[in-house]
């Protein structure tokens, strides 16, 4: 009786060692027949490997899951962060206010010029020239009124805006009545104005949907 059990068994294991399949390695893709259904390498050499691989694998999860923590705390602390709020809306501002003065000259058929020194722009870079500077007259830093196009490096930086120049490019542009009035705007509204992160969140959003407009504005128009 005990010896037709162990023929049994015996008969099992090897029933289960021909049913077992060969398998690839995980490790360097060797064809190998496993000792096991359980098993993934031909050797222990490639279990070693496989086990660093695992652990390696986990590293990099788990910093992964540590940089995606980080970021979520970033931007929650930018939400907070006013002078990153204002840096990243006067770039957004910044950008609309150059496309919309393009725009301009566009439907007039005319070549942009610079507001100070009224030459086109040449080998230099469209800015957005502020007659009020930023940092001096924080409520119209996100005005349009006080925001035209300029020669980046020789009149808004080189000159320091060119102010002189300036005053003269409005009344040359918009006439005797119009650029007065807007010098006149420019100069009265000189009291601070204390920007929340809300509102500067807000204003930006609708900053970014112009630019959009006005990039696929022109890009179809050069379709």
Known sequence: MVSSIHVSQTSLKRLMKKSIKTKICKVCGTEFKPQNSFQKVCSAVCALTLVRQQKSKEKRQKQKAFKRKCNVEK???????IRWQHKQTQKAFN???VLQELEWFRQRGLEPTCISCGKPKGNDQWACGHKKTQ???SRLRYDEKNTFLQHNYSCNMQKSGDIEGYEKGLIERFGEEEG?????????NTHDKKWTCEELEEMR???????????KQMQDIAA
Do not use: P, T, W
């Not at 007065?180 to 009265?188: F, P, R, T």
């Open 135 to 137: 940092g001096g007259n």
């Open 180 to 188: 007065k009035a807007l010098i006149e705007y420019q100069n009265s």
């Open 75 to 81: 931007r929650e602390f930018n939400k907070r962060d």
């Open 205 to 215: 959003k609708k900053f970014n949907v112009e630019i959009r407009r006005l990039e």
């Open 95 to 97: 950008k609309m206010r």
